[in-house]
């Protein structure tokens, strides 16, 4: 057993899991493991329909849950991504949606102060596997993001400056406009998505969240590609992080809230190997990229009709 001590000031961003336990289980120990008991999972989440499934997150945690933390301190919050279940997420709704004893549904424009870090949450993206899929059954128009439902956002007055209003972290599963440009010269998966008129829509609300919420960081999947860059948004730096997928080496990202630094777990989930994310420099008179990483899933990894988009 895995003895590991609680850091309260540690945040785990966990990519795209596409309903596999499996790989809960992998990036949730990598996140306990090294003490970061608050954990973000940025949406195509999926593990929650069956009568079975949210009973099983339960006894996965309490199973991995390391020697030094008590199963009643993790606090797992997910957004949707374009592969849920609407039928069962309402991302309309106004407040956080409890759905087992650690785990929270956070619906788009809601908000939470975790480990010292304001952090906005807003799911939604669109899948441009589309014409594959069966409505109501593994493919709903709602995956998208209304105007509505930006309007959580961008309508707030724009001079407030309370603390209520400030965010630190912004998490989506799709990216903004830019950080999505940027992302398509080093990923095939993003450039697959380039022509897809609803994924242009749904960035042009991202783009108007960021600029309304002005984050320091903005994390998010959907891209399956480990990639991060900073722009510029008027004199205020940006700094995107996008997460791969899975059990894939880039899954998982910790946020030391103290300092704002950010490393990856790398080798298998019961190592202590870390290395510290590139995080290019937040000079707002550039746009600098960093490294990527783009490993496929492992050949273990079961195949799919449909691969997730």
Not at 31 to 55: C, H, M, S
Not at 121 to 134: L, P, Q, V
Not at 239 to 248: A, F, G, N, V, Y
């Amino acid at each position: 057993m895995v003895t590991a001590a609680p850091n309260p000031n540690l945040i785990a961003f966990v990519g795209d899991l596409h309903g596999k336990l499996a790989a809960f289980e992998h990036t949730t120990a990598q996140a306990l493991n090294r003490g970061a008991t608050t954990i973000v999972q940025v949406g195509d989440f999926w593990i929650y329909d069956g009568p079975k499934e949210l009973p099983k997150l339960q006894r996965t945690l309490r199973r991995i849950c390391p020697d030094g933390i008590a199963v009643e301190d993790i606090d797992y919050r997910f957004i949707d991504g374009n592969h849920e279940n609407f039928d069962v997420l309402n991302p309309g709704a106004a407040a956080l949606v409890q759905m087992s004893d650690n785990v929270t549904y956070m619906p788009r424009g809601t908000r939470a102060h975790l480990a010292g870090a304001a952090i906005l949450f807003f799911g939604g993206a669109s899948s441009t596997d589309r014409e594959h899929r069966i409505e109501g059954k593994d493919w709903w128009p709602a995956e998208n993001i209304t105007t509505g439902q930006a309007e959580r956002v961008t309508a707030a007055d724009p001079a407030d400056t309370s603390d209520s209003s400030r965010v630190d972290i912004l998490v989506t599963h799709d990216t903004s406009t830019t950080a999505f440009t940027d992302l398509c010269t080093v990923s095939p998966h993003a450039r697959g998505k380039q022509h897809d008129p609803a994924g242009e829509t749904n960035r042009a609300h991202l783009d108007s969240i960021v600029a309304r919420a002005r984050p320091r960081f903005h994390v998010h999947g959907h891209h399956h590609t480990r990639h991060s860059c900073t722009y510029d948004l008027d004199g205020h730096p940006v700094t995107d992080i996008s997460l791969s997928l899975e059990k894939t080496t880039g899954s998982v990202a910790i946020c030391d809230t103290r300092d704002l630094t950010w490393t990856s777990p790398v080798g298998r989930q019961d190592t202590g190997d870390d290395e510290k994310l590139p995080i290019p420099g937040r000079e707002p008179e550039t746009t600098a990229c960093a490294e990527h990483d783009t490993q496929p899933p492992t050949a273990t990894t079961p195949p799919r009709t449909h691969p997730p988009c």
